[in-house]
């Protein structure tokens, strides 16, 4: 049963440029949340996807924006990148229904894309 | 104050010994408590998962939850080096599905052999 899988792994660009980093949840999950980890710090929350749909964002501006596909997988497209957009970014997948355990079912992330910005 | 603090450490134990890790939080709205762990250059992987108030224990891990307190603990028995790793407390309100986990900045342990 595969895990959460995110591409690329590694990333580098330059200020100004545009990036998208793809997601696919764990065989089973429908919701797809997205998370920013600088160095040192824990996964700050960017945006959830569920039904194709953004449900909820968290304190990150509008350059910040995301889709969701039938298939349930995910992307998260960044433009005008900074220098501070440099950090790990975490893709974390879960049931947004009710499932065998009941509602709300933990999240499960994958390994992340390292985002470096020169 | 952030939401949820803890102490970013480095911790460093010998083999063997107990290990307590611990969060504070502020917003009483939290009804859902985790604890992940982190390798260096891999995601989070979910260690515990409690709700509300009280304590679970698997394996070598006891999460505890003390509600009145906004504060929760991890205990790690028989520490072995292999638990090397940054360890991150998490937490929902999950009124719905839909609310967002706040992660605590994480605490960085050592087991020394």
């Known amino acids: 049963d595969a895990g959460v899988t995110q591409s690329p792994t590694h990333l580098i660009k330059t200020r100004g440029q545009q990036v998208t980093l793809r997601c696919s949840p764990k065989s089973g999950h429908d919701t797809v949340s997205w998370y920013q980890q600088a160095l040192g710090q824990g996964p700050q929350f960017i945006f959830q996807?569920?039904?194709?749909?953004?449900?909820q964002r968290g304190n990150f501006p509008d350059r910040f924006s995301g889709h969701q596909f039938p298939n349930y997988s995910s992307e998260l497209n960044v433009n005008a990148l900074l220098l501070g957009d440099s950090a790990l970014y975490l893709c974390a997948s879960s049931y947004g229904g009710v499932g065998v355990l009941g509602k709300n079912q933990p999240q499960h992330f994958g390994d992340g894309t390292r985002l470096s910005i020169l | 104050q952030k939401e949820v603090e803890q102490d970013p450490g480095p911790l460093s134990v010998p083999e063997g010994a107990i290990v307590s890790l611990n969060c504070t939080y502020s917003n009483s709205a939290f009804q859902y408590f985790m604890w992940y762990r982190q390798y260096s250059r891999k995601g989070p992987e979910l260690l515990m998962y409690t709700y509300s108030s009280g304590n679970k224990e698997d394996g070598r891990f006891t999460a505890q939850v003390d509600k009145s307190s906004k504060y929760i603990s991890l205990f790690i028995r028989d520490s072995q080096p292999s638990d090397s790793a940054t360890y991150l407390c998490a937490m929902s309100s999950r009124k719905t599905s839909y609310d967002k986990v706040i992660f605590g900045p994480g605490t960085s342990l050592s087991v020394i052999p």
């Open positions: 996807y569920y039904e194709e749909e953004e449900r």
